[in-house]
């Protein structure tokens, strides 16, 4: 089992629907969760965290968290041709771990016209 | 602000030569992590430095080595190179050791021929 796994891309959507972007992890233990936004030949950029169970919301984004059921995901409201791009789920295990995130292979989202 | 930075942007190297790469963090930032990203995959957790400690290592070889410097500066040095060593190299900054988000710079694209 991979310690971090995305949904399987990739995932089309439609100008102005809602993205669901689904994360799960394996350590129970884990502390901190992070979505970042990886448009094609470019770096990670952070888009949101969460750290409690429940819901997080920042403009068009919302992340959930339920560490019961070891669940992460990212819901993107009013999705624009803008937001397509793989999106990347990473998780901090803390303890010993220290700062090390670990990623899911991430999903490919295509928003179209 | 000035974001993370690395150097250099792209890199072409051959079988069995060394390399250095840097990174500056966001000022402010006492942590420097690296990570490596393969095509289609997620990036791969190297090193973690903090206060010029080494905190985390990933399960990478001893080819690969790194160092912070007193301005919190970081490079990594990779020897040997192999044809599997070509890659993205990401740098990220943050300010705290644990459970804090991380920010990607643009990276450094190492070719190995």
């Known amino acids: 089992q991979k310690e971090v796994e995305q949904n399987s891309g990739p995932l089309s959507v439609p100008e102005g629907a809602i993205a669901s972007l689904n994360c799960t992890y394996s350590?129970?233990?884990?502390?901190?969760f992070f979505w970042y936004r990886q448009y094609s030949g470019k770096s990670p950029e952070l888009i949101m965290f969460i750290y409690s169970n429940g819901d997080k919301e920042d403009g068009r984004f919302t992340a959930q968290l339920n560490k019961a059921s070891q669940y992460v995901s990212l819901l993107i409201r009013d999705s624009q041709p803008s937001d397509s791009a793989t999106y990347l789920c990473a998780v901090h295990a803390g303890g010993t771990s220290y700062g090390k995130l670990t990623f899911g292979q991430g999903t490919i989202l295509t928003v179209h016209p | 602000d000035a974001g993370v930075t690395q150097s250099p942007t792209h890199l072409i190297k051959t079988r069995g030569q060394q390399v250095t790469l840097r990174c500056s963090p966001i000022?402010?930032?006492?942590?420097v992590s690296w990570y490596q990203q393969v095509l289609g995959q997620g990036p791969q957790f190297i090193f973690q430095?903090?206060?010029?400690?080494?905190?985390g290592r990933g399960n990478f070889p001893d080819r690969f080595s790194a160092r912070q410097f007193p301005n919190y500066s970081s490079e990594l040095n990779v020897n040997a190179l192999l044809l599997g060593d070509s890659a993205l190299y990401l740098c990220?900054?943050?300010?705290?050791?644990?459970?804090?988000?991380?920010?990607f710079g643009d990276g450094t694209r190492l070719s190995i021929l």
């Open positions: 000022s402010g930032h006492k942590s």
């Open positions: 430095y903090y206060e010029k400690e080494e905190r």
């Open positions: 990220a900054s943050s300010l705290g050791l644990i459970n804090q988000p991380q920010h």
């Open positions: 350590d129970r233990g884990s502390q901190s």
